[in-house]
């Protein structure tokens, strides 16, 4: 996320805050975000973003409304002066020449106005996207977030309600990257489309559970290969941790053969057998060996729940029939 989306969000979040008091739910943190949110807040945030885009849109609409006609006004003009100033070229005529120096001014109104429409439409367009991008950062933080509170094994009616919530996420999510893309590939003779209302959404259509399940499935693989990598890197902890080990009862061999008075004396003390053997690095590599632990754990309980979830939603998809996607 760029640093201006971040502040954006920030500054509209201590709004909302002010607003509304710090009494109120119990904050759930956003790790995505570093944002502590009640639902209530984060609701706020999410339908001034989704209504602050909607009125972007309806001044876009209207204002490419009045391009046309600007556009078609300043054309008109030029026609008429154009044609004026040949007229008198060649002729005297006061009558002629105050229309046509009325003409002109009207013609650099007309171009005042079309110029200033044009700085305007800049500023709402940045602002547009602006919000756009701010707005799809908070549906991932949110996604992240739902992602990762869920439970194993938990009830049928929470797993419905779960994946009822990141369906929403989902389609509101694609819903706001489609208007983005959109806006962005659009000439000066198309018009964007309509957009619908992101709280009318419905969580149990084809699309949406496709969404959903896609959602469910990047994470399952995103999943499945940070625990791979933990794995592979706690096989070499432990790995390294046994070289050292043999590494130590080497050197210890040889200290107790330079005890013994039969074998020729050395200078290996238990300080140079400790810094040998790397026992300081053995701590180092038994503390990572553990975090690693801690983490494989982690990362294969998010993937029950995950698992979880992508079972519950392919159910529902596959109950709605037709073509699947593989």
């Known amino acids: ?11 509209l979040i201590a709004a909302v805050v002010l607003l509304q008091g710090l009494g109120g739910a119990l904050a759930e943190p956003n790790p995505a975000e570093g944002v502590t949110l009640s639902p209530v ?4 945030v999410q339908d ?46 006061v009558f002629k020449e105050i229309r046509l120096k009325e003409l002109l001014n009207d013609l650099k109104d007309k171009l005042q106005e079309n110029s200033t429409a044009d700085h305007e439409a800049d500023a709402r ?71 619908d209302s992101v709280s009318s959404l419905k969580t149990n259509d084809r699309e949406t559970l496709q969404l959903t399940v896609d959602l469910f499935k990047d994470r399952q693989k995103s999943l499945q ?18 070289l050292q080990g043999e590494m130590k009862d080497f050197l ?6 330079n005890a013994d008075a039969n074998f020729p004396q050395g200078n290996l003390k238990q300080e140079d057998l400790d810094f040998l053997s790397g026992d300081s690095q053995k701590k180092k590599l038994i503390s990572r060996l553990n975090e690693v632990q801690q983490k494989i754990l982690l990362g294969q ?22 073509s699947k996607k593989p």
């Open 1 to 11: 996320m760029s640093l201006n989306r971040l502040v954006f969000i920030f500054s």
């Open 41 to 44: 807040q984060w609701t706020a």
């Open 48 to 93: 001034r973003f989704e209504n602050d885009i909607a009125t972007l849109i309806i001044w876009l609409e209207k204002y490419q409304s009045r391009k046309k006609a600007l556009a078609a006004d300043i054309a008109d003009l030029q026609k008429k002066t154009t044609q004026l100033r040949d007229e008198t070229r060649g002729e005297s005529n």
């Open 125 to 195: 367009q940045k602002d547009f996207e602006q919000k756009c991008l701010s707005l799809i950062d908070l549906y991932n933080g949110r996604i992240e977030y739902e992602l990762e509170a869920g439970e194993v094994n938990a009830a049928p009616a929470q797993l419905d309600s779960k994946v009822n919530q990141l369906s929403d996420l989902a389609k509101k999510r694609n819903r706001v990257q489609q208007i983005l893309k959109q806006y962005r590939k659009k000439e000066d003779h198309e018009k964007l489309a309509e957009v």
């Open 225 to 242: 290969d940070q625990v791979e990598k933990w794995s592979l890197e706690l096989d070499g902890l432990r790995n390294e941790l046994k």
């Open 252 to 257: 210890k061999d040889i200290q107790n053969m």
């Open 301 to 322: 309980k998010l993937l029950a729940q995950i698992n979880q979830l992508l079972t519950k939603a392919q159910g529902r998809l596959d109950s709605l029939g037709g």
